[in-house]
């Protein structure tokens, strides 16, 4: 048998996902099941509600998947899943999932770094060329990624507090959007300016470091001294200037690892990588330099399975393999 196809499996928070890649980046299925209406109500997500939910969606999202496909069980070669970082208890579902299918049918079970996926998924579209540098900015992360190899990952740059997504979440909520809030902001922001002043955390001269919980309380100290004086600020000048400060700071500072370390792509990677002010800085920044700049379409930016299978088939290929101890782990580090 000629092609090789990985199934992977993705419930670290409120999506149950499985998908299938062909030949390590083919994406033959790519099935999700997403949870965000039953969690809105409570302004974010609800661990117990989460891993109830995995397990009504399990068994049908992975024989939508199979369907998708066009294939029966048998002919998977390996079975990739998320172990970690998540919820505990959303993680759980996935792995034992993942476990009585490759006991099941007698499989390889890989298990996958969470993050890894979130850069992988850009393997699907474009070839790794290394060095590679990862800008991984999600709800539960805010990361600087170096790649010297497949497999390899050094992080450079971490947030000392909050996540970029989580900023843009309590901002979003401060302002009564909807959850998930980062959406609703990139949209206010395109319509209002940057005239708030918000500051920017830049840290010492030389640290890719970010730092975003002082940003979060001056935007809900200013909404607050507004509301007391009887000003009104527009929301729209709110979420720009917000934005501006999130952006400023990620793009700057991606660029300038990007020139230390010499590398030749840089991945934008996780939910914020959807975010259209972030996507513009980044683009005028590296234009016309000898960095490629490589942002994963929308639908492969959040959380999906097709990323789990990219990085796994990986780890497949260079031999990592899982035993039937495989456990979720929420704090699994790169
Ligand atoms: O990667 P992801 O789907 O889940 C995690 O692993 O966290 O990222 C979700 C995060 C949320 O905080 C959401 O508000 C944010 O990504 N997000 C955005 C945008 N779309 C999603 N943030 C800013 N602008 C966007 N357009
Ligand atoms: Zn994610």
């Known amino acids: 048998k000629q092609d090789q196809y990985v199934l992977a499996i993705e419930t670290s928070c409120d999506e149950t996902a499985v998908a299938i890649v062909k030949n390590e980046r083919e994406l033959v299925a790519n099935v999700v099941a997403s949870q965000i209406e039953s969690h809105k109500r409570f302004g974010g997500v609800v661990p117990e509600i989460a891993s109830r939910h995995h397990i009504e969606q399990i068994t049908l999202t992975l024989e939508?998947?199979?369907?998708?496909?066009?294939l029966e069980a048998d002919e998977i070669d390996a079975i990739a899943v998320t172990e970690g970082p998540g919820l505990v208890g959303?993680?759980?579902v996935g792995?034992?999932?993942a476990k009585a299918l490759a006991f099941a049918k007698?499989?390889?079970?890989?298990?996958?770094?969470?993050?890894?996926?979130?850069?992988?998924?850009?393997?699907?579209?474009?070839e790794f060329t290394f060095p590679v540098?990862?800008?991984v900015v999600s709800g539960g992360h805010t990361e600087l990624i170096l790649m010297n190899e497949h497999g390899s990952f050094e992080v450079i740059g971490e947030t000392r507090d909050d996540a970029a997504g989580e900023a843009y979440d309590k901002v979003a909520r401060t302002l009564k959007l909807p959850y998930p809030g980062g959406p609703h902001i990139d949209k206010l922001a395109a319509e209002g300016e940057d005239v708030l002043n918000f500051p920017r955390a830049w840290l010492e001269a030389d640290s890719y470091d970010f730092s975003f919980s002082g940003l979060k309380s001056a935007v809900i100290n200013k909404l607050h001294n507004a509301k007391q004086k009887g000003v009104t600020l527009k929301p729209e000048d709110v979420a720009a200037s917000f934005q501006a400060s999130v952006v400023d700071v990620l793009s700057t500072k991606a660029y300038r690892a990007a020139i230390d370390y010499g590398v030749k792509q840089i991945i934008v990677a996780g939910g914020v990588a959807a975010n259209q002010g972030l996507r513009n800085a980044l683009?005028?920044?590296?234009?016309g330099t000898d960095t490629e700049l490589l942002i994963p379409p929308l639908h492969l930016c959040t959380d999906n399975a097709a990323m789990i299978a990219a990085a796994g088939a990986v780890a497949f290929k260079q031999g990592h393999r899982a035993g039937y101890d495989l456990n979720a782990n929420p704090a699994l580090s790169l």
């Open 64 to 70: 939508a998947a199979l369907g998708e496909a066009e």
């Open 90 to 92: 959303a993680l759980l």
């Open 95 to 97: 792995v034992n999932a």
């Open 106 to 126: 007698g499989k390889p079970l890989v298990g996958v770094h969470h993050i890894a996926g979130h850069i992988y998924a850009n393997r699907l579209e474009k």
């Open 133 to 135: 540098l990862s800008l």
């Open 283 to 287: 683009h005028e920044k590296f234009e």
